[in-house]
Nanobody
Framework: QVQLVESGGGLVQAGDSLRLSCAASGGTFVNYAMGWFRQAPGKEREFVASIKRFSSTTYYGDSVKGRFTISRDNAKNTVYLQMASLKPEDTAIYYC??????????????????WGQGTQVTVSS
């Protein structure tokens, strides 16, 4: 059983940057592709980004391409989401995700093996 704990959320202004972290425990970190999703009130959970197990190959949702960067540190069992040029529409709860399949297939929420509890990101205009 893998536990995922997110941190780094908060209230920022439009145009600011923020970095989220997700610490994994209870399993073998490199067995999983890792990713981030987000969910705004009244909306479905949306794919944000994913990263392969050992390489720096990454994938992004269209709404965050060019602004967000996902990375992982396998020595620390941690995945990060660096968010830049934040917009009010980025406001959501951000969830860390672990998937036993391929990172490029992580875009569908019901495929995810493990979820974190979420961290709130609020962007004011």
């Amino acid at each position: 059983q893998v536990q995922l704990v997110e941190s780094g959320g908060g209230l920022v202004q439009a145009g600011d940057s923020l970095r989220l972290s997700c610490a994994a425990s209870g399993g073998t970190f490199v067995n999983y592709a890792m990713g981030w999703f987000r969910q705004a009130p009244g909306k479905e959970r949306e794919f944000v980004a994913s990263i392969k197990r050992f390489s720096s190959t990454t994938y992004y949702g269209d709404s965050v391409k060019g602004r967000f960067t996902i990375s992982r540190d396998n020595a620390k069992n941690t995945v990060y989401l660096q968010m830049a040029s934040l917009k009010p529409e980025d406001t959501a709860i951000y969830y860390c995700a672990a998937y036993s399949g391929f990172a490029q297939d992580m875009g569908v929420p019901n495929r995810i093996n493990y979820w974190g509890q979420g961290t709130q990101v609020t962007v004011s205009s």
